[in-house]
């Protein structure tokens, strides 16, 4: 760490908390209204559907793929310095990654712009997670669901203005002014981030989480088991939902409801929309503020069991709009947890040292899964509709449900055992957190 005898932070950990909400509600529309996009693109250019996802699925990639590299460079510069760096260089690739994707005339620039923007909104991401889960130990299921929860529910706030924006004005000025407004807010607000400089994070931690202190870095953390079950898990997941992400208009479309007024004017696709977004934000506060208290792999087992059933419900009944509405709802409901629960488990199970780090490195496990969306439009098409999609998303979201319980947690506990038991034996240095026992 390059921050020796840090000056206090001017904003405590709470405020510190809110800000990283802020800033993930800032880069939330880089993926979550990127659906709005993509019918204007296509009748705009002619572009196939499919060559158009491909911008989302690397824009996915590069938001994940890098972030294990901004994550150690933000732990590297400190607690001062690497946030707040980290997030200005954000701001400057948002803003410039949708510049580019309003004045795109090819594929090849949608696709740089992409790759721009992941790489900015990476960077927001790995800082801001890293932030709660430092600064939280005592609640660390719920402040990282809090910060997830500002990406996942962020784009609700701005979804009906980029729609009207697109449909007045066409699909280049709201990338291009919505770009330009998410920059520019996230380099004012990324000036006050600051992670917690040794004690500064509160030290009393409840015995009913499973917890150590004893720090592992990057390198060992992708030598153990553990790590890699979480990751296969997450992979498994991750891909269910990006689908839905990405395909929920052309579903809708497919189910010939997506312009069917629903109330005031709005249509199913817009309703649907917002209660998605508001649904994906609730689940992660919900969920990690529910594992901070029975644990984190039952609330796996219980989330994601509840997100098989919410696809099958998709594949069922979403042909009504408003059982579309309600059973999309449930579905992003039952998948945006993972982004708290995830990289608390992480930290619990890792350290807090390199916390950002190791976070980010299991958070490429939504790059991985990013690859896959593709292969729902094949599967789509070979079985002529949307059930087969839905059917295989229900299983994946069920295995996991049943790995939480069978495979993570025995592994993580027999880790945490050996883990333990060395910071019992071991002197433990002024500031530390007492050993608990698994």
Known sequence: MNDTNPAKPA????????????????????????????SPMHQAHGWAI????????????????????????????????????????????????????????????????????????????????????????????????????????GAALTVIPIRLTIEQFGYA?????????????????????????????????????RQTTRSATPGQVLRTPTFWVLYVMLVLVSASGLMATAQLAPIARDFGIANTPLFFGATTIAVALVVDNVMNGMARPAFGWLSDRIGREQTMALA???????????GTLGTRPWAFVICAGLIFFTWGEIFSLFPSTCTDTFGPTYATANASLLYTAKGTSAWLVPLA??????????????????????LVAFSALAVLRPIRTRQLRLTLAAEDSAAMPTGELPPRTA
């Not at 709470?14 to 880069?27: A, S």
């Not at 994601?304 to 998709?314: E, K, P, Q, V």
């Open 377 to 398: 439009n094949l599967l789509q098409v070979a079985s002529g509709g949307w059930h087969a999609v839905f059917v295989v998303a229900a299983a994946m979201n069920f």
């Open 50 to 153: 499919a060559d158009i996802q491909l911008a989302f699925s690397i824009f996915i990639a590069t938001e994940t793929w890098a972030t294990p590299i901004e994550g150690w460079i933000v732990d590297r510069l400190g607690p001062r310095r690497g946030p707040k760096l980290m997030v200005t260089f954000g701001a400057v690739l948002v803003a410039i990654g949708w510049i580019i994707n309003a004045r795109t005339g090819t594929l090849s620039l949608l696709y740089l712009g992409a790759a721009l923007s992941g790489i900015g909104a990476g960077a927001v991401y790995a800082t801001c997670v890293g932030n709660a889960v430092k600064w939280f130990p005592d609640r660390r299921g719920l402040a990282v669901g809090l910060t997830a929860g500002g990406f996942g529910a």
């Open 173 to 209: 000025p709201a990338f291009f002014w919505f770009g330009l407004a998410q920059g520019g807010i996230l380099l004012i607000v990324g000036r006050l981030l600051a992670a917690p400089a040794g004690a500064s994070a509160p030290l009393r931690v409840s015995a009913r989480l």
């Open 304 to 314: 994601f069991a509840l997100g098989g059933a919410s696809y099958w419900l998709l």
């Open 11 to 38: 904003v405590g950990r709470w405020g510190q908390l809110w800000l990283g909400v802020l800033c993930m509600v800032l880069i939330a529309n880089l993926q979550y209204a990127w659906t709005l996009f993509v």
